[in-house]
């Protein structure tokens, strides 16, 4: 994760949607990496993965 943290805010943005997706491959529960992914794919014009991502991360903490 925060290898995947240091790609985004380096505007990495390839290599942090990578590591991001081995994050929640590894735990589907991690909210903030889902949060970033979708952020990332936002910032990418990605709409609907992103959706997908906030859609997960609403599921996984619906007080957010």
Not at 1 to 26: C, F, G, W
């Amino acid at each position: 994760y925060a290898r995947a943290y240091y790609y985004q805010t380096h505007k990495e943005l390839d290599k942090a949607i990578q590591d991001y997706t081995s994050v929640v491959n590894i735990d589907s529960t991690y909210v903030n990496a889902h949060y970033n992914l979708g952020i990332i794919r936002y910032e990418l014009r990605v709409i609907d993965l992103a959706m997908n991502d906030f859609s997960k991360v609403i599921s996984l903490n619906p007080k957010c």
